[in-house]
């Protein structure tokens, strides 16, 4: 699976879109960028995936650069519950069989 | 969608003792279970993948006869910490995929907090 870095903590005010970047520049052709994000003491949470194409559902949207080397999140209005660690995770889709390995992440803090 | 449960939520156990960790796929089977441990301020790391009705495979430098895992059926995982230590405080978290996940995406226990006294 493909390295991905991430800026270590970000901060964003409560009603504002919190915009985490993540690149991945050595991402295969195969390969998805997934989101996951871990709230304190609690198990991690599937937010978004995509390949190439833009992608929005009910939490998030995921931009993907045309050269798919970068990637951003968007939480369209930030909450303080999102106030999380979140995880870039690029990764072929594989198998159930197939292990994620979980970077460092960016931890985002939502300030009232 | 996909739910996995983890039992307990934390447990305190007494240094020399052994802890079972369970973890079910609640709505779905699930051939492959992972375990990961996480300390505090840390990211989540891998210690193994549990497959059911074989022996599990261990990340390197993860002791298995330490960290025992039990896959016997398609809905349920079993991490036992043996002869736990304080050291062995932690925060346990499992994680399965549906095999036709539409999204690809892995589900995750709410995670089991271990405190060795």
């Known amino acids: 699976d493909a390295k991905t870095t991430q800026p270590t903590s970000m901060d964003c005010a409560e009603g504002r879109a919190a915009n985490l970047p993540c690149n991945h520049s050595?991402?295969?052709?195969?390969?998805?960028v997934y989101w996951y994000r871990q709230i304190h003491s609690q198990g991690p949470q599937y937010i978004i995936h995509?390949?190439?194409n833009n992608e929005t559902n009910e939490m998030a949207s995921l931009i993907i650069t045309e050269d798919r080397k970068s990637s951003t999140l968007i939480l369209p209005h930030a909450t303080l519950r999102d106030t999380a660690v979140y995880y870039c995770i690029v990764k072929a889709f594989g198998s159930s069989a197939s292990k994620i390995i979980f970077g460092s992440g960016t931890r985002l803090s939502i300030r009232p | 969608g996909a739910v996995v449960s983890q039992h307990p939520s934390w447990v305190i156990c007494k240094s020399g003792t052994s802890v079972k960790i369970e973890c079910r796929s609640l709505d779905f089977q699930a051939t492959t279970m992972f375990w990961y441990r996480q300390f505090p301020k840390q990211s989540l790391m891998l210690m193994a993948t549990s497959n059911e009705g074989s022996k599990a495979t261990y990340e390197q430098g993860v002791e298995k006869d330490k960290f025992l895992i039990n896959h016997a059926s398609l809905t349920l995982s079993t991490l036992t910490v043996t002869s736990a230590h304080p050291e062995d405080s932690s925060f346990y978290i499992c994680?399965?995929?549906?095999?036709?996940?539409?999204?690809?995406?892995?589900?995750f226990g709410s995670g089991t907090r271990l405190t060795v006294v």
């Open positions: 995509g390949l190439k």
């Open positions: 994680s399965a995929r549906p095999r036709d996940s539409p999204s690809g995406g892995y589900t």
């Open positions: 050595t991402i295969s052709g195969n390969e998805y």
